[in-house]
């Protein structure tokens, strides 16, 4: 037996790696196209850059009470738990235990009977005067630790708890893009509802101009200045302007209630949370992307789909190793005896040892076909990874392009916003001073309310493209002291490795 466990000891040390090598990553760009600054972003309190505190106060409530955060949480837990479970079957099982039997059962039966049968009369018990009780009662008390380990020449339980460590790794990053996911919806909810609020003001202004310009259209009408044409023009527009408002109104109420949704429906009275002039900045600065390389550290979908790579290999070379002998180590040792007391009497101990080397001769097949399962799905976690790889390259490229015309949208608009105003304060004065016409006036204010509405979409959109550049790069741009940006850096690598070296 001793050359059985030495042979399997050599063949191991002898036989090749049974993980397959590790999958590169694919070829990356040097930087970003376009105009862009490569310095490095730090993916802290992103949102403060928007310079609210209304929609600081919103955030820090969503991530205090959300329910998409707090599923993500729970199902981490549970991956760090299967990940001990896991790296348990690595170390040796003791199970102590304690038991009494009792015993008791009649001398003419059993035992007892077979006695008489091979000559123990009744009448040869009289004569040598042996006297035998009616029964048998015998109890016996023992105390004992069973044991069992088997040796894990190949590493199949170790890659087992390697698998489920990398799992547990993706469910943390996948915790990150739901907390990303859930502050980016809020953000974008909240840019709405400014929005909203800020068209359903403008409405209402336009409203009040269309309704001065259809009366002082029916009033010529009537004086024969103005055609039939006109007037249903006039009203036309009118019309179609109050229609709007009932839609406004609608889509407000809507994202309030995705909003209050978010705040995981603690926040009923959202009136208390948001003012009633929500005011998120909007800057044209220029974005500090870094370099593509850098999303794959930052991007957590990215972080995931790596770490299920790698639970994918691990998970091979657990598979391959079933294909291989196994040795396991079972027993128990304790102390029994007829009374409690005999258990600290030395000689009273007792032990048994079993070792099992089993080897996959009839059920290869399955074996096989379980390596070839995981190979395959090995296969599918790379090509997974690298197209998250590639994805994010791209969607920062789209969404880089996006905010640049999208920012001279803005500029051009704000320029039209300008000219308007200019315009309507020039008719505001010739018409108070009686040269200008007050139709002229109108018009002038109808056209600065409808750039304005313009603007304000173009705000919006800003914001927005903002916000899915946050998502795409996997952090948002603050400035932040070096030290606390260290130190945050320096925690969480600490975390990871941590729960790295929990599973080696």
Not at 197 to 214: C, F, H, N, T, Y
């Amino acid at each position: 037996m001793c050359s059985v466990i030495v042979g399997c000891f050599t063949a191991a040390c002898s036989s090749k790696s049974i993980l397959p090598v590790s999958e590169p990553s694919p070829n990356l760009p040097e930087k970003f196209t376009g105009d862009v600054v490569v310095d490095a972003y730090e993916p802290l309190e992103w949102w403060k850059t928007f310079s609210d505190p209304a929609l600081d106060r919103v955030v820090e409530a969503v991530l205090a009470s959300n329910f998409d955060l707090a599923e993500a949480v729970a199902r981490v837990e549970q991956a760090r738990a299967r990940a001990r479970i896991a790296n348990a079957a690595r170390y040796p099982v003791l199970q102590p235990s304690t038991g009494v039997e009792d015993v008791d059962t009649p001398t003419n039966s059993g035992v007892g009977e077979q006695i008489e049968e091979i000559g123990l009369s009744p009448e040869l018990k009289e004569q040598f005067g042996i006297s035998v009780p009616d029964r048998l009662a015998l109890t016996t008390y023992s105390l004992s630790a069973n044991f069992s380990y088997e040796a894990d020449f190949w590493d199949r339980n170790r890659n087992n708890a390697r698998a489920a460590g990398a799992q547990h790794l993706a469910s943390e990053w996948d915790y990150r893009a739901a907390r990303i996911g859930v502050v980016a919806e809020t953000v974008r909810t909240y840019l709405e509802i400014a929005y909203l609020r800020r068209q359903l003001q403008l409405s209402d202004e336009i409203v009040e101009i269309l309704q001065d310009r259809e009366k002082l259209t029916a009033t010529r009408y009537h004086r024969g200045l103005n055609t039939a044409r006109d007037l249903y023009t006039a009203r036309l527009k009118l019309w179609n302007s109050q229609a709007e408002l009932p839609v406004i109104e609608g889509q407000l109420a809507d994202a309030e209630g995705r909003l209050w949704v978010l705040l995981g429906g603690y926040h009923a009275d959202l009136a208390g949370m948001l003012p009633d002039s929500l005011s998120p900045s909007v800057t044209l600065n220029p974005v500090p992307v870094g370099i593509p390389a850098d999303l794959l550290i930052q991007r957590p979908d990215v972080g995931a789909a790596r770490q299920r790579m790698e639970a994918a290999r691990y998970a091979v070379g657990a598979r391959r190793a079933e294909l291989r002998p196994s040795l396991s180590l079972s027993g128990s040792i304790g102390l029994q005896g007829s009374e409690t007391q005999q258990w600290f009497d030395a000689a009273q101990w007792f032990k048994n040892l079993t070792l099992n080397l089993v080897g996959p001769a009839f059920q290869g097949q399955r074996l096989r076909n379980n390596v070839t399962l995981a190979e395959t799905r090995w296969k599918e976690a790379v090509s997974a990874y690298k197209r998250s790889v590639v994805s994010a390259v791209n969607e920062v490229e789209a969404v880089l392009a996006k905010l640049e015309t999208n920012r001279r949208r803005y500029a051009l608009l704000s320029s039209s916003v300008e000219e308007a105003r200019a315009e309507a304060a020039f008719q505001e004065r010739r018409y108070r001073s009686g040269v200008g016409d007050y139709d002229d006036f109108l018009a002038a204010s109808e056209t600065l309310t409808s750039v304005n509405s313009s603007l304000v979409a173009a705000e919006r959109d800003l914001g927005f493209t903002r916000l899915a550049l946050h998502r795409a790069l996997g952090g948002m741009w603050t400035v932040s002291e070096p030290d606390a940006t260290q130190t945050d850096h320096s925690s969480q690598a600490a975390s990871l490795q941590a729960v790295s070296l929990s599973t080696e």
